[in-house]
């Protein structure tokens, strides 16, 4: 039997998550370091790290470069992990690079009497493809937090960018954001320039003093630069209709599949299957981008602040790879239109913030007269915090059908559905919005999108970890 590198890493030993960096150095010492063949431009924060660093490779990519990309978790496939210029890591290349990983990570094991854990082995594997394929540059995501994580064995990078901090996974990185904010801050390394978004004063003082310490310059972008439009039609052609909900309903994105089709960037994942846009300038200059979130426009701002260090340090980024890599962006997940009979939104929304964040996208997409119009697709893990998620689509809501998603973390779907009605019961809406109790992400969809009927609206949001069961079961519909 050939060797399964997929299997390998996802064996039952390998799945344990432990902050550290001994485990990290040892099994990259092993290795020969592959990271020092390597530049990088290292992302962290709490929300908007997958969007900044997919404006930030694409920009690099339109630039000529030769980019890699690593960001956790996977959404559709177990390979978009480990991207070079928008292509997954094909099969054999990574069994080619598990095997180089693998007896390292044994040895480790059968002489230490510890081993990597998960995440670790697949930086470790990302790393050496990213040396194989003689990448430029890497744009590194953080998996968790930043000071401890498997990605801060690199030495100094050409940028450190820290997106919007705000509080998640408290249990492992503190209750305030001062406390996540030193953990994010930890990615800072004397040389390397920094670019934040503008913080909460609380933990932007924290950044700034980080900054300060190591004598890196800190930029921040101008929001006050930045003027959004609403969503947008592309010029459609001949032929485009729309329907109930004003959306096209014939007429499809360039770059393939479409929504959810697949996100190596070549195939369209990320971008939405009918001609929407958003249109926005920063610093005087026109962008547009087909990543629809009212929040893109500020996490494409800081991509774009990173690229001007890029560019002071030598690195040769065009002003129009800027503009062609905004518009060429794609993330799969993130306030992603995916049907139009009923119009269907994905958004991977997993904390406050992102529940807040897809709240505002709604205002924008529907206006405010359609509040209390949406059914609701929710399934969430049991240590996030939850009943915030709810109170930021709750006056949205026409019906909430939940699920728990397939992660060990997952909150009963009971517990969710007893949570929103507490919520509503407040809200006096107890008796007028429905919460029903759905086995499945699929059925939860299923059920949303027939309550939303041709002309109306569902929208899946509350994890990462189900959009693939979600997709799956738009593609079998």
């Known amino acids: 039997m050939s060797f399964d590198p997929v299997a390998w890493i996802n064996t039952p030993r390998w799945q344990t998550s432990r902050l550290g960096l001994d485990r990290m150095v040892d099994l990259l010492d092993r290795m020969g370091r592959p990271q020092d063949n390597l530049r990088f431009v290292h992302v962290a924060g709490t929300n908007g790290k997958g969007s900044t660093c997919a404006y930030l490779a694409s920009m690099l990519q339109a630039a000529g470069l030769r980019v890699g990309l690593f960001t956790s978790p996977y959404i559709l496939r177990f390979e978009e992990r480990i991207r070079v210029n928008g292509c997954d890591i094909a099969q054999g290349e990574l069994a080619r690079a598990v095997e180089a990983v693998r007896p390292h990570a044994e040895a480790m094991e059968a002489v230490c009497g510890d081993h990597p854990t998960e995440f670790e082995l697949m930086a470790a594997v990302a790393l050496e493809h990213f040396r194989a394929c003689k990448c430029d540059i890497v744009v590194l995501e953080v998996g968790l937090g930043g000071r401890l994580d498997a990605t801060n064995v690199i030495d100094a990078p050409e940028a450190s960018v820290i997106c919007r901090i705000g509080l998640d996974h408290t249990d492992l990185l503190g209750s305030t954001l001062a406390a996540i904010a030193a953990e994010k801050a930890g990615i ?41 439009d609403p969503l947008a039609w592309r010029d459609m052609g001949e032929g485009g209709e729309r329907d109930g909900n004003g959306v096209s309903a014939t007429a499809s994105c360039e770059g393939g599949d479409g929504a959810l089709g697949d996100a190596s960037g070549e195939g369209g994942g990320g971008a939405s299957p009918v001609p929407l846009c958003r249109r926005f300038a920063y610093r005087g200059r026109a962008f547009e981008t087909r990543l629809l979130g009212s929040y893109q426009p500020s996490n494409a701002a800081l991509a774009l602040e990173a690229v001007r260090v890029l560019r002071e340090r030598g690195w040769d980024i065009p002003a129009e790879a800027e503009t062609a890599g905004i518009e060429a962006a794609r993330w799969a997940g993130r306030f992603e239109v995916v049907d139009v009979a009923p119009l ?32 609701f697709a929710m399934g969430v893990l049991a240590d996030k915090e939850y009943e915030a998620m709810v109170r930021a689509a709750a006056p949205w809501a026409a019906s909430f059908h939940v699920y728990a998603p397939n992660n060990p973390r997952a909150l009963p779907a009971e517990d969710l559905a007893a949570r929103i009605r507490a919520v509503l019961t407040e809200e006096d809406r107890a008796d007028t919005v429905p919460v029903l109790v759905h086995a499945t992400p699929a059925e939860a969809l299923a059920a949303a999108r027939a309550d939303a009927a041709f002309d109306g609206v569902a929208v899946a949001f509350g994890t990462l970890y189900a959009i693939a069961d979600l997709a799956k079961a738009l593609s079998d519909k």
Do not use: Y
């Open 344 to 375: 269907t939104i994905i958004d991977g929304g997993h904390n406050a913030q992102g529940a807040q964040a897809l709240a505002a996208s709604l205002s924008d997409l529907l206006g405010e007269e359609r509040r209390g119009s949406v059914a």
């Open 188 to 228: 800072v390394k004397p040389g390397a320039p920094v670019v934040s978004w503008p913080q909460e004063p609380e933990a932007m003082a924290v950044v700034e003093a980080a900054a300060a310490k190591q004598g890196c310059a800190l930029t921040v972008p101008d929001f006050s630069q930045l003027a959004v």
